[in-house]
């Protein structure tokens, strides 16, 4: 004689069975930390320094984006008056240089530098360049007070970019 629990049992069993054999398998790959690549930087926020001598100057993040196989980036900075408006000024001394770099944490540690970085003055709607040796300003600033914004450009194994805001004020 089939007992009550045996006959429970069954359908219980085979339910479980056709479950498992349905599914997929859906495993995810870790990705390889000595090669940095777009599954790696979907997951870094860079984060940006500008530095006049030993230094930090004080900068807001505005966007970042990274590019793979669907996406590539082309960023719009949020107008620098916007993202600084209550926002302190860094002081620069009229022959101050200031110069940029990206500082990555240990878990990103072979993350690689930024292929190059624009910088601009954002004056009245209009953005006016200004010319950077790579992470160093080349010129002085006249004296005044400057909207501006850093864009760090990544080209080569990893494709990306990331914009900052800061204000200085040249004396």
């Known amino acids: 004689m089939i007992s009550i629990k045996k006959i429970c049992f069954f359908p219980i069993l085979l339910f479980c069975f056709l479950l498992s054999a349905c599914t997929e398998d859906n495993r995810v790959e870790t990705p390889d930390k000595e090669k940095p690549g777009i599954s790696e930087t979907i997951l870094l926020k860079p984060e940006i320094y500008l530095t006049i ?3 930090a100057l004080s900068t807001i993040y505005d966007k970042h984006c990274w590019e793979d196989a669907e996406t590539s980036c082309a960023l719009t ?15 620069l001394d009229a022959n101050d240089k200031f110069s940029i770099s990206f500082i990555r944490s240990v878990e990103y540690g072979n993350f690689p530098q930024p292929s190059s970085y624009e910088v601009d003055i954002h004056k009245d709607g209009e953005i006016i360049p200004v010319d950077m040796n790579y992470d160093t ?3 002085t600033l006249p004296t005044g007070r400057y909207n501006m914004s850093v864009r760090a450009i990544w080209e080569g194994e990893v494709n990306g970019e990331a914009i900052y805001a800061f204000l200085l004020s040249v004396k």
């Open 137 to 139: 300003l080349n010129e």
């Open 77 to 91: 900075p949020t107008p620098a008056q916007e993202l600084l408006k209550y926002e302190p000024a860094n002081k």
């Open 53 to 55: 001598g030993n230094a």
